[in-house]
């Protein structure tokens, strides 16, 4: 897991380091340099390419876009450790789409640990004056609809290898992203070039180690580690970029990560009851 979130922190500075480069082209990079691992892997292992939930799979890939442009359009305006920690609010949208889409119940005291993330929303809004509103706006809603994704992957179930439905999400990014791009292009310039396409390399990395973490060790134990990303990030931020954080935003950030953690762990909890 330590692996997986130093490659997506990697992933997330190169998104940043990009300015000159649209949200567009970056998710069009993104994704076409991932599919030279998606497809080979499929071909290799004769994995059938289009699965079985079509449908399924298409709109979670549109909705994946959809969370993924508005996250990459998103740095541009927030420092990327706090960008990233309100992305982390997914879970929570995640969590309220299930009671209605799927009838699922959450509990009393997720609630309350969604309350202690929330307050540190409101504690970076309303304290940290280097936030800024646009940009706040978009991450909100690149977690939103990343909620929406945990949702669909959920309905989509075991029906479909893993690497199926990272293949159709990668597919029609490239998709969306190339069109999107076309009225936005710039062109790369020297070491963009690696720099976006190493975007799908640690991306897709970031995703196997992770993959790998779940199946080593249980839940309790791997997911809390999901969120040392943030960390990470925000180190990146600040000897990288010189971001400035004040302890209102790293009261903040601290405050949702806490609440996102403690959450995991009283699921799991549940879980093991069962």
Not at 65 to 72: A, D, E, H, I, K
Not at 134 to 163: E, Q, T
Not at 189 to 196: A, I, M, N, Q, S
Request: net charge positive.
């Amino acid at each position: 897991m330590l692996i997986s979130t130093l490659a997506f922190a990697c992933m997330n500075s190169i998104v940043k380091y990009l300015v000159n480069i649209s949200a567009y082209q970056i998710v069009f990079f993104r994704s076409i340099s991932s599919l030279f691992f998606t497809f080979p892997y499929l071909l290799k292992n004769k994995i059938p390419l289009l699965g079985n939930n079509k449908k399924l799979m298409i709109f979670r890939g549109l909705v994946g876009v959809t969370s993924m442009t508005l996250y990459f359009m998103s740095t541009k305006y927030l420092p990327i450790g706090t960008a990233i920690s309100l992305r982390y609010m997914a879970p929570i949208f995640a969590a309220i789409f299930a009671v209605f889409l799927l009838k699922e119940k959450v509990k009393i005291w997720q609630w309350f640990f969604f309350a202690i993330a929330f307050a540190g929303v409101i504690i970076l809004k309303g304290f940290d004056t280097q936030i800024n509103n646009y940009g706040l706006l978009l991450i909100f809603g690149a977690a939103i609809f990343s909620g929406m994704v945990y949702v669909l992957l959920s309905k989509i179930g075991k029906g479909d290898h893993p690497v199926v439905v990272v293949n159709y999400f990668m597919v029609i990014a490239t998709i969306v992203g190339g069109v999107l791009s076309i009225n936005h292009w710039v062109n790369p310039v020297g070491k963009e070039w690696y720099l976006l396409f190493s975007l799908g390399v640690f991306g897709y990395f970031g995703q196997v180690y992770m993959t790998k973490a779940f199946q080593t060790a249980s839940t309790t134990q791997v997911a809390p580690l999901k969120y040392i990303e943030v960390i990470f990030t925000v180190l990146f931020g600040i000897f990288i970029f010189a971001e400035i954080y004040t302890i209102w935003s790293l009261l903040g950030i601290a405050l949702i990560i806490l609440g996102l953690v403690l959450n995991v762990l009283y699921k799991s909890k549940l879980q093991n009851k069962k």
